[in-house]
């Protein structure tokens, strides 16, 4: 997962959105240590399931990784105030967007993870326009 992060890294811009799905366990925030590492950011990378958002900032870049596990009610996501971290100058992970019905945006990219036997399986899906440009011109880079 952390390699797999690294090299879906090497495209990522700012304004994308990217939610990761997968089973508790599954590797959604060891994927998201893998692409701040790939970004360049060297520092502990932690889960943001107590903290809801973790706030990376490097270069000039913004990235918010997210955790919507604890959501209760799809408000409690317009309550946080987090509409205001999705815009042209972050990138924004989001682990469990399920929890918070139609009020984020439309995901640029769609990662999904599942288990196997011996190991697991990553699709990368697009959502937009944004998302099917990255995967044209970053198929070969995050291939897993």
């Avoid at 973790?54 to 408000?75: A, T, V």
């Avoid at 987090?82 to 100058?89: G, I, P, V």
């Avoid at 399920?98 to 599942?114: H, M, R, V, W, Y």
Wanted: include cysteine; aromatic fraction near 16%.
């Amino acid at each position: 997962m952390l390699a797999f992060g690294s090299r879906f890294a090497a495209c990522l811009h700012p304004g994308l959105v990217v939610f990761l799905y997968g089973n508790l366990g599954a590797g959604k925030t060891t994927l998201a240590r893998g692409i701040l590492h790939g970004l360049g950011y060297t520092r502990h990378v932690k889960s943001p399931t107590y903290n809801l958002v973790e706030i990376y900032k490097f270069s000039q870049l913004y990235l918010y990784h997210f955790d919507f596990y604890r959501f209760n009610d799809f408000l409690e996501w317009e309550d946080a105030g987090f509409r205001e971290y999705f815009n042209s100058k972050s990138i924004c992970l989001v682990e469990w967007p399920e929890k918070s019905g139609d009020l984020l945006p439309t995901a640029d990219l769609q990662i999904f993870i599942n288990f196997l036997d011996n190991g697991r399986n990553i699709e990368v899906r697009a959502g937009t326009d944004t998302g099917k440009r990255y995967i044209k011109t970053c198929k070969n880079l995050t291939t897993p």
